[in-house]
């Protein structure tokens, strides 16, 4: 419903103050009636961000199953209670759900991003309704409320202010701008393309007033302000599956379907060889038993726990399991850069005077007295307060300070030996702010602002310690340091002073000025993020910043971190909305540092990388990181500095905000993938083996060499512990010079799938070979009718213990793809042999305590056989590692 509160077609920030009262129908004198706000109250609805509606304990289990390998489970369970094998039943059940709830337990610890924005935006407001001025809550806001700020408050709905003395917001958790921006209520705009970072008519719902005061009328509540569009992105953006939920996924889908194909297969077989139907029912199940690793979901998510609480000591907390494997194939880093990759503190860098010229802060020597009384100034001439950790007041007058700290000048000194007793504050059309202060010898008037500003007020210069007048040789060389310094995107400020005989009025402050100095200042990057840069760089890992601030300041940064070269590397978000989705698609490789952006383009550019193939990464702390943190394939918040949203809408969150830490975290990444392809490679290897054992004898026409029972047994627990053995693997330490995996890498990759198909094939056939066996020293033929139950029974312990012996011995072999056993170190990982340990543990209670021995039909074997069974056992492993061993010579030559 319109009721013509809102313009139709200028925005807010195009109208004058008094069009703006005009549009909201408000008395500037008065503000709204009690009436008046209720109306609007009901039009507009309370000032709060709504969100998507939480789904229910019940929904979010119920999701879990909703996976193709967990249908074929759940048919498996019916089959086997319908069979009477409620044994069996019931531990693929447990196994279902033992991943459910592991699922479950993710999604509900992953919170919900509108509800951090919501709590956000829930401050105290100071509002003037009915010619009264008092504190009402925020949610109560409507259009048209006139609405006082000062410092400390935050900024309770979008604003168009009507009038401002000395305000300054801090804006950058929603623009990314680094330092407070100066606000003026008068500033009007013709163009409708301004962006959010330089409407200072505006103030936007969370910002931070630091310093000043001001009053705005209330013009956007709720989810039509600009932190209320954020939470519409999120509400709107679909969550992506990570690529190992898709390979997992496909997975399942194909072993569903080879297991129905070989079911029907061998059912057809077994009808036309004249079987019992009892006998082939059984063998059909056990078939689809045989061809489904039941026990992979809960590895992968078992391997995964272990990696997450691995990479948490390392300060990278996973909110997601499946994003941990995403880490290791990122390839874009799309970087915030304020206090991402810079510590979101204004620091001194450079100063100049007529004594020493160019000076690097950092650089030890006598300090002199041009300088001395530059910084002493600039402490004078200051509102803000450092003591230890605490400061107050606008970040640059912080840095001043802290200035002052690092040449050893003695503040507390300075400022009892000087008291201000007179002012005159900082406004933005001189840009200037002059304190008079009373010493022993008189008076010292101090004046700092914007060099272009200072120098017209300004007759003399401080050169070599004597005032002499100033010429066109000093303003030369102030304008070659101003330019030296922007070049290395530094912000100027600049300090003039004099002595005046009498304390004069406020309108002589600012006149016969003598000109003492500068200094240069910008948001400092992090010192260990060039170093992580550049081992991203080797590892195959762009990094990509893209920030709120200037072009000229982000790309000095980019180029200092290693991260751009040339200005080319750089663009803004005004020539970024000058692209259509295509032509930005196709240029984004081009740049690596992206200025002036909107929340819009942040998911732009992350979607534009992600279209050309690449697997993203985006960091971020602030409100507007949150719909880009969302659209990435992994979100990376930062723990100390991030707002809770961006923390709620990412999938990881650095506890340190290191960015060196997201370098650990891929390097884990990519460790933790590899140790889920060594488990799967190995599990398929093994099942591949039985269902090879199980197809060849049934079309051979022979018994079946391993009952249902005993199939169950060998995946549930003979496979199980060293598929998650493998999976705690150490890892190797040169993952990292390798490139990142590619989009279309599956499973199969790099030879997987012939060592999957060879390994099967041996185990397989020495499953075989040792059925066999079992009748021959019995004096039967596998094919002879009427063999004693006994006989077959032995037959398939022979084969039973060989087929676990092969898979437990061959489990040493999938530690490293290339390396031999005793490369990687054959203790090294302690679990695996502590797996392959307890597995034959296991089959001995199975065989020697009766009780066991009879449910799963088994015979005692003599010593000659099981000789037999261990050089059975040895063969997998052995002929993989001479095939490493050929592999390495290869390369080497």
């Not at 010619?131 to 809550?137: H, L, M, R």
């Not at 290339?818 to 490369?823: A, D, F, M, P, V």
Request: with cysteine; proline share 3%.
């Amino acid at each position: 419903m319109d009721t013509g509160h809102h313009p139709k077609t200028k925005q807010y920030f195009q109208f004058s103050t008094d069009e703006v009262y005009q549009q909201l129908l408000v008395d500037p004198h008065v503000g709204l009636d009690k009436n008046e706000v209720a109306k609007r109250q009901e039009e507009y609805g309370k000032n709060v961000l709504t969100g998507q509606k939480k789904k229910s304990l019940f929904s979010i289990f119920f999701s879990q199953l909703n996976d193709a390998l967990i249908y074929v489970l759940l048919a498996a369970v019916i089959v086997t209670v319908a069979m009477g094998e409620y044994t069996d039943g019931i531990i693929i059940l447990i196994v279902i759900l033992i991943n459910a709830f592991l699922g479950m337990f993710q999604e509900i610890k992953a919170s919900n991003a509108i509800a951090a924005l919501q709590s956000m935006a829930s401050p105290k407001a100071l509002v003037r309704r009915s010619g009264e001025q008092f504190e009402v809550d925020s949610e109560d806001l409507v259009p048209g409320d006139l609405v006082f700020l000062d410092a400390g408050r935050y900024v309770p709905a979008d604003l168009r202010l009507v009038e401002t003395v000395n305000l300054k917001i801090d804006e950058s958790a929603l623009t990314g701008e680094s330092v407070a921006v100066e606000k003026n209520a008068e500033e009007v705009y013709q163009d409708e393309d301004v962006a959010i970072a330089d409407r200072v008519n505006m103030a936007y719902m969370t910002s931070l007033v630091t310093y000043g005061r001001g009053t705005g009328i209330v013009v956007s509540t709720g989810n039509k302000t600009e932190v209320g569009k954020i939470a519409d992105f999120l509400k709107e953006d679909q969550q992506t599956k990570t690529p190992l939920e898709i390979r997992l996924a496909h997975l399942g889908k194909t072993l569903g379907k080879l297991a129905v194909g070989i079911c029907v297969f061998i059912f057809v077989v077994s009808y036309f060889q004249g079987r019992d139907l009892t006998e082939m029912f059984l063998t059909s199940v056990s078939l689809a038993v045989a061809s489904i690793p039941e026990g992979l979901a809960a590895i992968v998510a078992i391997v995964l726990s272990i990696g997450v609480t691995k990479m948490a000591k390392q300060k990278a907390i996973i909110k997601k399991l499946p994003a941990v494997e995403t880490l290791g194939s990122v390839n874009i880093v799309c970087s915030d850069k304020t206090g991402t990759l810079t510590q979101n503190k204004m620091t001194v860098k450079e100063l100049f005077t007529f004594a020493d010229k160019l000076v690097d802060v950092d650089e030890e020597g006598k300090i002199q007295p041009e300088e001395k009384l530059l910084i002493e100034g600039m402490v004078l001439a200051s509102d803000a307060t450092l003591e230890s950790d605490k400061q107050t007041g606008d970040p640059t007058e912080v840095a001043l300070l802290m200035l002052a700290d690092h040449w050893g000048i003695n503040r507390k000194e300075i400022i009892e030996n000087q008291p201000r007793i007179k002012e005159l504050a900082f406004d933005s059309d001189r840009k200037m702010m002059s304190t008079l202060h009373e010493d022993q010898n008189g008076y010292k008037l101090y004046v700092k602002g914007a060099v272009d500003n200072l120098i017209l007020k300004c007759n003399k210069v401080l050169e070599q310690g004597q005032q002499i007048p100033i010429t066109d040789a000093h303003k030369t060389l102030i304008s070659e340091a101003v330019d030296k310094m922007s070049a290395k995107a530094l912000r100027t400020l600049a300090l003039a002073y004099k002595e005046p005989s009498k304390n004069i009025a406020e309108d002589q402050f600012e006149e016969d000025l003598i000109f003492v100095g500068l200094v240069g200042m910008i948001d400092p990057p992090r010192q260990e993020v060039k170093d992580s840069i550049q081992l991203a760089k080797n590892a195959g890992i762009r990094t990509i910043m893209i920030t709120g601030d200037h072009k000229q300041t982000a790309f000095a940064i980019a180029k200092e971190l290693g991260i751009a070269e040339n200005t080319d590397q750089a663009i803004t978000g005004m020539e970024l909305n000058a692209l259509d989705t295509q032509k930005l698609a196709n240029k984004i490789e081009n740049y690596t540092v992206f200025a002036r952006v909107s929340p819009e383009n942040k998911v732009n550019i992350v979607k534009a990388f992600k279209e050309k193939g690449n697997i993203v990464s985006m960091t971020g702390d602030g409100v507007n990181d949150a719909p880009s943190l969302n659209a990435a394939d992994i979100g990376v918040a930062m723990g100390i500095t991030g707002t809770d949203v961006a923390k709620n809408a990412s999938d990881m969150i650095l506890a340190d905000d290191n960015f060196s830490t997201i370098i650990s975290a891929i390097e884990q990444g990519r460790n933790i993938y590899n140790n889920i392809k060594k488990s799967v490679v190995f599990l398929l290897a093994s099942n591949v083996g039985e269902v090879m054992a199980m197809f060849t004898a049934i079309v051979a026409g022979m018994p079946v060499p391993l009952l249902a029972t005993q199939l169950l047994w060998i995946n549930l627990i003979t496979d199980t512990l060293p598929a998650v053995a493998l999976g705690m693997d150490p890892g190797d330490k040169a993952v990292m010079k390798d490139k990142p995996r590619s989009i279309k890498e599956n499973f199969f990759s790099h030879g997987a799938g012939k060592r999957i198909i060879l390994g099967g094939l041996l185990i397989g056939s020495l499953t075989i070979i040792a059925f066999i066996f079992g009748y021959y020293e019995h004096n039967y033929s596998v094919f002879d009718a009427n063999i004693p139950e006994e006989v077959h029974a032995y037959s398939r312990t022979m084969a039973f213990l060989t087929i676990i012996a092969c898979q437990l011995f061959y489990s040493l072999s999938f530690r490293n793809e290339r390396k031999s056993i005793l490369q990687v170190g054959l203790f090294s990982n302690l679990y695996l042999i502590g797996a392959i340990v307890l597995g034959f543990a296991l089959q001995l209670l199975v065989l020697f305590i009766p009780v066991m021995r009879e449910s799963f039909k088994l015979q005692l074997i003599s010593v000659q056989d099981w000789g037999i069974i261990l050089l059975f056992g040895l063969v997998p492993m052995l002929i993989n590692e001479l095939i490493k061993w050929i592999y390495r010579i290869r390369r080497r030559n």
